[in-house]
């Protein structure tokens, strides 16, 4: 864990190391809650060996569910945050239901295929904006106290959930329940023989990493104060799934190494040049090819 | 007399045209070794799949300790007590041995949906994963990763999961595949230490370890149970000599 460990200082630190004023924050909280994502998306594939495309319309229902509260005038986070999580987790519920009954290259398209009908779903809620979108008329209250106006307190807020986050994904994959995850991703038929259906175990991870997704929405609409049906898009969902692969599959730090790396790559990227896109795919792709077990591999063997 | 633990009745497989599992019948008793012999393509391995629950027979049954195990899947049977070893080595590579066993050690030390303590600092799981490692001779090898081990101690370690699932009949899906002379040697002697303690359903290629083991034994050939008896009787039988001499059948 030492790696994440270091970043979430360096971001702890970030705002009085000249990267204080809005552009940098507004990059840094992207960051982290990218970060987030890939950390509940990590708990899914390197824990459960569920390689899903469809995670950003989880991330997507916690933000519409911002949205939708935000229209009936209810925005405090008492509410909104178990309502997101709830929407989310349930959601996740559902479509694992059936879902986890496949797996493989079959498991990859029905997430995709629930995906896509989460966004067109999105496209088409006319009283939210449809698919131009919703604006916040604010951002989520906290006891009715408008803290995370705050630019400083929103950083260290989406800081702090990153760090539960990593922290809570760590203690879940070290207990029982993620011993037998674990042992049903490496080998299932071994899990069996021992007596553990694997299905149970996977359903209520992919539920808890919905509603941790649903939880980084919230964090999602509010940084940008505005949440459109992009949100849940599967392009969106492969960026989430690449920076869980680029970070690495062997520990649960490669999320938090892969979202960062791939945000700064292509925010770098996007300054030298508008053509960007020609440069940022190939390197994904030799990074895929030559940097066996992602980053966190490649810090491993020094 | 008791009800055998393991009795298997009229069981039936076919595949396409051909019956691999054809009306076997045969029961185990309860402590000793019986061992299932038979040539390649005897159906062997079906029959074993039929056994644990990974393959559904067309018909029969299967009681084990008084219950019907037809329709229950792998994971059932597994924790009534019903524990397989495979053929080909299927150990967690990324774990540890001691939590390879461990994890059967939870498979029945109460509910698994805990998800804040770290089951690895559980000493009550360690403690018994131990054991079952001692018991095959793995307790120095606990820290090291399966993937590390060699292949005989693969396939001790997949041994001790087994043990480690204090089953009430240990199902041994040809243990000593693939392991050399001395690997050979020590997991005969093995298989001898745990006799006294558990019964054993032992399916193997081997006939020198079938016959230095097995208290009764059963010989396959073309799906049907041809002869259950002693190890001597067996060696004696006719119909098991041709067979297994790849004469035509005289019955």
Redesign the interface.
Known sequence: MRAALILLAALAAAPFLGFGEGYSLTLLARVMILAMAAVSLWLLVGGGGMVSLGHAALLGIGAYAVVVLDDARITDAAVVVPVAMGAAGLFALVTGAVAIRTSGVQFIMITLAFGQMAFFTASSLAAYGGDDGYTLYGRTTVLGQRWLEDRLAFHYLCLGLLALTLFGGH??L???????L??AR??P?????????PYP?QL?AYSIAGAVAGLTGVLLANAAEFVAPSYLAWQRSGDLLFMVILGGLGSLQGAVLGAVAFVLLEEWLGHITEHWRLIFGPLLVLSVLFMKGGLVGMLRRG | MAEPLLAVAGLRKRFGGLAVTDDVTFSVAEGGIHAVIGPNGAGKTTLIHQLSGTLRPDAGSIRFGGRELVGMGLARRARLGLARSFQITSVLAGFSALENAALAVQARSGPSFRFFRAAAAERALNDQAMTALEQVGLGARAGVLAGRLSHGEKRQLELAIALAMQPRLLLLDEPLAGAGPEETERLIGILLGLKGTYTILLVEHDMQAVFALADRISVLVYGRVIATDGPEAIRADPAVRAAYLGEDEAA
């Open positions: 203690v879940l070290g207990s029982r329940f993620g011993r037998v674990r042992a490496e080998n038929l071994r899990a069996e023989a021992v007596g553990f259906r175990y209520v």
